[in-house]
């Protein structure tokens, strides 16, 4: 390649990585490409793809039947050139289509293009052409029998954008074709109903080709700006795929390679302040102190200095206007609060503002729903709102900032009014399409279908049933529909909604599904399974469902076996399936589906230990106790599951963690169950451990454990349970073996104490037989240890003494009840014989 070339095919690069980055080109770079590549990335960075698509060597002079797009884009791309000039042209082409899509089903303004406009300029021929587009693109865009939501505007936009973009001639020529590819993939998956295996699949792939094409792999030190904001953006958004299929802490491992590539930072912190008008005193409040690295501030095009008037249009922002609540936290003036003013509202590059967007939505996705939950979430929302650069990016903290408002009474009107602001403000033209698209792949933004379905679960939750309603009914979600009327106690009308669209469409298996639920009638959801020719899952998760609050287990099995099989992503069903299959016996079937469960869901806890009792079951005890300990790493507060490690751990020899579950079963349950708190046999074993010396797994001899163990007894259980006569036998047996013959003695002697105190003693002769036993033993342990010596002097010299008091005690305490038994008779005969020593 000469010289000349290789400078040409890095301005192509430039240029592709221009657009990812919305960066105009440089002057020199534009010299060497065609006029049509620089002015095709003009109009994309200023939005205009309606331009880009017009001109495009893919649609220009469009003839033929383009009823199915993918068809008919796969028949174009074969006769076009293959050049440096066509591949972008090409690439670019699938950019406009993708960025156009979006356009019209999520940013706004409206487009003022449709594909069947290339196509013919007669009205009614487009009309046509566009339906029949319309219902292709909803069979081919569906997944897994996950379907299209059947409303979403322009779908041969997103069909003709991602069969472009995933060509592999296309992805092997050009620079960034498996980045746009899968951006195209993930807005895929967002308009389906469910999450869906073959998706994720192919994102995956499409990540890790996108990340040896952008020459990632070995460049996480890079100081190339160009190449940071390229991983920035890379890990961000393979951050959100993450984040949307569940996998949160791959999410989160991803948010901080994007942050490090940044060079943002940031911390979540308190600094002294007041929320209500009224407060008369201060309070630490949780606050976000971040700051952008400062050249990245310089180059950032949408960052504006603190200094700068900020007139630019942005979202409507609605005020709080309450009557005892301060607009935002007012915080005092401290040379603390002082020295950290900037980081706590200085301004942030806007790509900062998606990373702390998303971080803190990792908040929300790893915590329970709950309000530290929403406290710890509302300062990285604040810290955006104080300057937002983007009007996206502002369009995404109001959103999260409804969500948190949404149940808080002194908030809640506001929540509702503003999520209806950014509902209206799709179809206003106050920002430019540039601006709104500029970040959008680095946002988890719902569209806008999606947004209107939840200011309609807003009103529902208001209690304003009737207006949510009439969203739902427009936006054609009759599931919702259903669930509206029954809210207004109308059955009858769900019934009469469902009987309207199955008359209208009688083979559909969501309507049959939906029908299922109303009526709990299996055999709507056996029908629903027939007609989609087996494919559509929901209708087999339904029944199964249905089957398994029936008790039909093995009936339930199948259903799970065969949603699954079809869309495996459903930890929920993954999770039934294992709970039938453990009521069934199936061991086998049961493992698999709760090891599917923590490969979903690492932190399901429940999943492990029932994976564990699985095991058990199986005879597979060492991987049962891998199970618990993992369980009860995620459930740190489950007696339970602490339980059952400690008996998994001492079969499979893992003394030190039987010896620590039973400390945290004893610290969790003694409470209320004292001395059932304590396993006997267990702790029967784990000393004997020692006593023997058995060796473990590892050949570690079992005496090492004796500092271990005697912490155990005595911090942990004497500290609380000194009532157990089995406690202190076992205490007795253990300081035996340690040659402390003064607290053997007297651990015997406690014990004895312990059972006296029953006081069916004198009513029940096994009580009393029992009890005897326990005298008798006392007296043995007296006159074994008594003569001993320790430190210098008898360990009880007036054992004999002592011995007879215990026997004499007990004699009269039964005479007038057991004393023609034979217990009376043998404490009789070693009370002689005590007389005679």
Not at 26 to 32: H, K, S
Not at 268 to 279: C, H, I, M, S
Not at 297 to 310: E, F, G, I, R, T
Not at 314 to 341: A, C
Request: charged share 25%.
């Amino acid at each position: 390649m000469s010289a000349l070339e290789e400078s040409v095919q890095k301005a192509y690069v430039t240029a592709e990585r221009s657009v990812i980055l919305n960066v105009a080109l440089d002057a020199e770079v534009a010299e060497q490409l065609p006029a049509v590549v620089v002015e095709t990335v003009n109009d994309l960075l200023k939005g205009r793809y309606a331009a880009v698509i017009r001109r495009s060597p893919v649609f220009i002079d469009a003839t033929g039947d383009a009823t199915d797009m993918v068809d008919w884009i796969n028949q174009r791309l074969a006769t076009l050139d293959q050049d440096a000039a066509t591949d972008f042209l090409v690439l670019a082409t699938g950019i406009a289509c993708l960025n156009a899509f979006v356009q019209v089903n999520w940013t706004g303004p409206m487009l003022d293009l449709t594909l069947a406009q290339l196509f013919t300029a007669d009205k009614p021929a487009q009309t046509d052409l566009q339906k029949k587009m319309h219902a292709t693109c909803l069979q081919t865009l569906s997944v897994d029998s996950a379907e299209v939501y059947h409303l979403t505007g322009e779908l041969g936009f997103l069909a003709a954008a991602r069969t472009l973009l995933l060509s592999e001639p296309l992805r092997k020529q050009t620079h960034t074709a498996s980045f746009w590819a899968a951006r195209a993939v993930f807005i895929q998956q967002q308009l389906l109903d469910d999450p869906t295996g073959t998706l994720q699949e192919l994102l995956v792939s499409l990540a890790a080709e996108t990340k040896q094409r952008l020459d990632l792999a070995n460049d996480a030190s890079s100081d190339d700006t160009v190449q940071a904001a390229l991983r920035v953006r890379y890990e961000l958004e393979k951050a959100l795929v993450f984040s949307y299929f569940g996998q949160d802490k791959e999410a989160f491992e991803k948010m901080k390679d994007a942050q490090a590539a940044s060079g943002f930072e940031w911390s979540l912190t308190g600094a002294l302040g007041r929320r209500t008008k009224f407060q008369q005193f201060d309070v630490s409040q949780l606050v976000v102190l971040a700051e952008s690295k400062k050249s990245d501030k310089k180059q950032d095009a949408n960052a504006k200095s603190d200094d700068d008037d900020n007139d630019d249009p942005r979202p409507e922002t609605l005020d709080l206007n309450d009557d005892t609540l301060l607009e935002k936290i007012s915080f005092t003036q401290t040379d603390e609060n002082d020295q950290n003013k900037e980081r706590r509202v200085g301004n942030l590059s806007v790509i900062d503002q998606c990373l702390l967007l998303a971080f803190c939505l990792n908040v929300k996705n790893t915590n329970p729903d709950h309000g530290i939950t929403t406290e710890e979430m509302k300062p990285y929302v604040a810290r955006v709102l104080e300057n937002c650069n983007n009007w996206m990016v502002h369009t995404m903290a109001l959103l999260l900032r409804t969500r948190l408002e949404a149940h808080k009474s002194r908030t809640v009107e506001r929540s509702a009014l503003q999520l209806q602001a950014l509902v209206d403000q799709v179809k206003v033209e106050d920002s430019g399409v540039e601006e709104r698209l500029a970040y959008f792949y680095d946002l988890l933004l719902p569209s806008k279908w999606e947004m209107e379905r939840e200011l309609a679960g807003r009103f529902m939750s208001l209690g304003v049933v009737r207006s949510a309603l009439e969203i739902f009914e427009r936006l054609e979600m009759w599931e919702d529909v259903v669930s509206c009327y029954q809210m207004l106690e109308q059955p009858e009308k769900a019934k009469q909604v469902l009987q309207r669209l199955m008359e209208q469409d009688p083979n559909s298996p969501k309507l049959w599904c939906i029908l299922g639920d109303v009526e709990k009638n299996p055999d709507h959801w056996r029908k629903a399974w027939e007609i989609s020719n087996h494919r559509f899952a929901r209708a087999m998760r339904s029944l199964g469902s249905y089957l398994y609050r029936q008790n039909d287990m093995q009936g339930c099995i199948e259903c799970y076996q065969k949603a699954l099989e079809i869309n495996p992503l459903f930890e929920g069903s993954w999770y039934v399936l294992g709970c039938a299959a453990i009521q069934a016996e199936e061991w086998e079937i049961g493992a698999r589906a709760f090891r599917r469960v923590v490969s979903l869901d690492n932190e399901q806890a429940e999943g492990w230990n029932n994976l564990a009792s699985i095991y058990v079951q199986m005879d597979r005890k060492p991987d049962a106790f891998l199970a618990l300990q993992q369980a009860t790493k995620l459930k740190f507060d489950n007696w339970k599951m602490w339980q059952n490690l400690m008996i998994i751990a001492v079969d499979v020899g893992q003394f030190p963690d039987a010896i620590w579950a039973m400390q945290r079963v004893v610290e969790l349950r003694w409470d209320k169950a004292r001395e059932r708190a304590v396993d006997i046999q267990v702790l029967q074993v784990i000393v004997e451990n020692v006593i023997q010396n058995w060796e473990d797994p590892h050949q570690r001899e079992g005496r090492r454990l004796s500092g271990q163990v005697q912490r155990l007894l005595e911090e942990v259980i004497l500290s609380r349970i000194t009532n157990s006569p089995d406690i202190w036998r076992i205490c007795s047996k253990f300081y035996l073996w340690q040659q402390r013959y003064t607290d053997a003695l007297e651990a015997t002697v406690k014990g004895y104490r312990a059972v006296m105190h029953d006081p069916r003693i004198e009513t029940e002769i096994g009580v009393f037989e029992d009890v005897a036993t326990v005298a008798l033993e006392t007296v043995d342990m007296y006159e074994t240890l008594g003569d001993k010596e320790q430190d210098g002097a008898p360990v009880c010299s007036d054992w004999r003494y002592q011995s007879r008091q215990i026997i004499k005690g007990l004699l009269g305490k039964v005479r007038d009840i057991f004393e023609d038994t034979e217990p009376y008779d043998r404490l009789k005969e070693r009370l002689e014989d005590l007389k005679r020593s």
